[in-house]
C-alpha cells in the first residue's frame, strides 16, 4: 500500500527507554530483532554524578524527556486517531507507520514477525500488562543505540527508515556507543543484557542518526486512499544542513549537553570519560511536559512529578537562552505617529520554530503613553490560548500572512508553516496536506534563500522579503498615537507556542476519546501553552 505514510506527529527531538528482555524467534523465514526496554540499561547507567553531587544519571535525564514519552503523547494519540477517522482505508498502513518513530520496538518486532504494528492496540497503558511494555518505552536506549551508519544523512534512512544491526547476529548484536570498551567491561554488558555488545563508533554522534527521524516526509491521500502528493512535514536535519552549523555543532551538542568533566558512563566499574553528553535531549515541548505532569495517572507516566517539572523548567531556560534575540531599532516619532523596526534573530541551527507544523512564534509589540495607557498592541494571547489578530485562529480556512510593515492592531507577525490540501485550502491533516502556503519561519545562519531545496523554501510574502534573511527579520511597525501624550515606551516581544490554538481545536469535531480527550487537555491548560522567548524595550 502506502509507501511513506507518515506521522511521526510532533516528535520534538531524538533518543532512549524501559523493561524486560525482548528476544525474537523466526517467522516466515525472518528473524525479528531484539532489543533491551530501558529498565535493563538503566540498572547500570543510573547512579552517576559529577564530583560536585550533580546527578547525571542517563535514565533519570532520559525518563522525563519527550524521547522516553513519545508513545504516550496524547496530541499524538489525537492525531493518529484524527488521521485514521480521515482515511479509513488506510488505517493499518498508517498505525504502522506512525509508530516507526514513536513506538520504534513494537514497530520493529512486528515488522520482523511480517505484520503491521496496531497502535490503540497497546493503549491506553496499564502498568499490569507486560505486553505493553515495548510499546509504552517510546524512543528507546537500544533502539538508538542499535542504529548502524549504513545510509545515514541519505533518504534511503529519511522517515524513520533506519538500519538496526543484522538480527541473525544473536549475541554478538552491537550497542553503538562513542567511547572505546575493553574487553573486560565488554563481557560484563554482553552477561547483563542477553547479549548486546558495547561497539565505539563516531556515528552516534552524527546529526544524520537524528536525521533519520527529523526528516519526515508524509504522502497526501485522496479519495479511496490514492496517494496524490508528496509533503514535507518536518525538515529540521536538512535545515540543519543547509544552514553555517554543520561547521560548528551538531543536533547532540545543543540537545544533549555535554558534561564539562570526566565523568563514569556506567556505575559498575565504570572509569572516567571525557565528553559524556547529558540525555535530556532539552527541545521545545515544554507544554506536553506540563501535560504529561498535569494527567499523568491517564497517560502511565513513569516519571516523577519533579522531574517533569524539572524537565520543562530545562526546556524554557533552553529555548529563552538559545533560541532567538529580539532588538528595537530605527525608532522615530512625529506628532501623531511613531514607527520602529523590529529586529527577530535565530540563534538555532534550524527553522525557528522548526519540526512539526502546529508550533509557532509570534511578536507581540505594545506601545504605552506617558501615563502607561496601551495605545497600540499587536500580537496579544487570548486565555484560550489563541492570538487576538490572528485571522486563522478565529477562521480555520484563514491565516494571518506575512508582514512587511504593520500598521494596525488586527496585524500580527507569526512565523509559522500553514499546510494546504490539494484544493489548496489551509489544513492541519497532515495526510490531506500537500504542500504549503505560507513557510515564514525564522532562517538560521548561513541558510540562503535563493539555493534552498523546495523542501525547506521560504513560501509566501517572506519570500519576496528583502528584510527577511539568514541574517533575521526585520518587521516595521507604524503607529498612530493620535494625542497620547509622550515619552512612549515600546515592548517587542518573541513568544513560543509547541501546539498552536487551531492544531487543538481543529480535533473538536472528532467524538472519538483521543481527540476529546486532548481539547479537554488543552483547553484546562490554555494558559500555559505559550512562553516568553526573548524581548526588547525602548523608550522615545
Not at 541519505?154 to 556507543?177: C, H, I, L, M
Not at 526546556?315 to 529586529?343: C, D, H, K, P, Y
Not at 467524538?511 to 522615545?540: G, I, K, N
Request: charged letters at 20%; hydrophobic letters at 35%.
Amino acid at each position: 500500500m502506502q509507501k511513506h505514510i507518515w506521522c511521526a506527529l510532533a516528535i520534538s527531538a531524538t533518543v532512549i527507554i524501559s523493561a524486560p528482555f525482548l528476544r525474537g524467534g523466526a517467522r516466515h523465514g525472518v528473524l525479528k530483532p531484539e532489543f533491551q526496554t530501558s529498565d535493563r540499561c538503566v540498572a547500570c547507567h543510573n547512579g552517576l554524578t559529577t564530583k560536585s553531587g550533580e546527578d547525571i544519571s542517563i535514565g533519570l535525564d532520559w525518563r522525563p524527556s519527550m524521547m522516553a514519552n513519545s508513545s504516550r503523547d496524547p496530541y499524538w494519540q489525537a492525531s493518529v486517531r484524527r488521521e485514521s477517522v480521515d482515511h479509513p482505508e488506510a488505517m493499518p498502513a498508517i498505525e504502522d507507520e506512525c509508530s516507526v518513530c514513536h513506538m520504534p520496538i513494537t514497530h520493529l518486532q512486528a515488522k520482523g514477525e511480517g505484520r503491521k504494528t496496531e497502535i490503540f492496540a497497546h493503549l491506553p497503558f496499564n502498568p499490569d500488562n507486560k505486553d505493553n511494555v515495548a510499546a509504552e518505552d517510546g524512543v528507546s536506549c537500544s533502539v538508538c543505540h542499535q542504529i548502524a551508519k549504513e545510509k545515514l544523512g541519505t533518504p534511503e534512512t529519511f522517515n524513520g527508515a533506519f538500519k538496526v544491526d543484522d538480527p541473525e547476529k544473536g549475541d554478538q548484536r552491537s550497542e553503538y556507543g562513542p567511547f572505546v570498551i575493553d574487553a573486560g567491561h565488554e563481557r560484563v554488558m554482553q552477561s547483563s543484557t542477553g547479549g548486546f555488545v558495547p561497539t565505539e563508533a563516531a556515528h552516534i554522534r552524527d546529526s544524520a542518526l537524528c536525521g533519520t527521524c527529523h526528516t519526515l516526509y508524509t504522502q497526501a491521500l485522496g479519495p479511496g486512499g490514492k496517494e496524490i502528493g508528496n509533503f514535507p512535514e518536518q525538515m529540521p536535519y536538512l535545515e540543519w544542513l543547509h544552514s553555517d552549523y554543520p561547521a560548528k555543532s551538531s543536533c547532540q551538542s545543543c540537545h544533549m549537553p555535554e558534561v564539562h568533566e570526566d565523568v563514569p558512563v556506567t556505575s559498575i566499574m565504570g572509569q572516567p570519560r571525557e565528553g559524556m553528553r547529558r540525555h535530556e535531549f532539552v527541545a521545545a515541548n515544554f507544554f506536553m511536559q506540563h501535560m504529561l505532569n498535569e494527567y499523568r495517572g491517564d497517560l502511565s507516566v513513569a516519571a516523577l512529578p519533579h522531574e517533569l517539572t524539572n524537565a520543562a523548567t530545562r526546556t524554557v531556560t533552553f529555548l529563552q537562552t538559545q533560541s532567538a534575540r529580539v532588538s528595537i531599532r530605527n525608532l522615530e516619532s512625529s506628532s501623531s505617529r511613531l514607527t520602529m523596526e523590529v529586529l527577530v534573530e535565530n540563534l538555532s541551527g534550524h527553522k525557528l520554530p522548526t519540526a512539526y507544523p502546529s508550533r509557532r512564534a509570534w511578536l507581540h509589540v505594545t506601545v504605552r503613553d506617558a501615563s502607561g495607557r496601551t495605545v497600540f498592541e499587536s500580537g496579544g494571547l487570548n486565555p484560550d490560548a489563541s492570538i487576538k489578530g490572528n485571522d486563522n485562529d478565529a477562521d480555520p480556512l484563514r491565516f494571518e500572512p506575512h508582514y512587511l510593515e504593520i500598521t494596525s492592531p488586527e496585524q500580527v507577525e507569526i512565523y509559522e508553516s500553514i499546510p494546504k490540501d490539494s484544493a489548496g485550502h489551509v489544513t492541519t491533516g497532515l495526510l490531506s496536506a500537500v504542500g504549503y502556503l505560507k513557510d515564514n519561519r525564522i532562517l538560521p545562519s548561513g541558510f540562503s534563500k535563493q539555493t534552498a531545496d523546495k523542501d525547506i523554501a521560504v513560501i509566501g510574502e517572506a519570500a519576496n522579503d528583502p528584510n527577511f534573511t539568514d541574517e533575521g527579520s526585520l518587521v516595521r511597525y507604524s503607529v498612530s498615537t493620535g494625542d497620547a501624550p509622550g515619552p512612549f515606551h515600546l515592548e517587542a516581544e518573541l513568544w513560543y507556542q509547541p501546539i498552536g490554538f487551531r492544531w487543538a481545536h481543529n480535533l473538536a469535531p472528532y467524538p472519538e476519546a483521543e481527540p476529546q480527550r486532548f481539547v479537554s487537555y488543552y483547553d484546562s491548560m490554555s494558559s500555559s501553552t505559550a512562553v516568553l522567548l526573548a524581548r526588547a524595550e525602548a523608550s522615545h
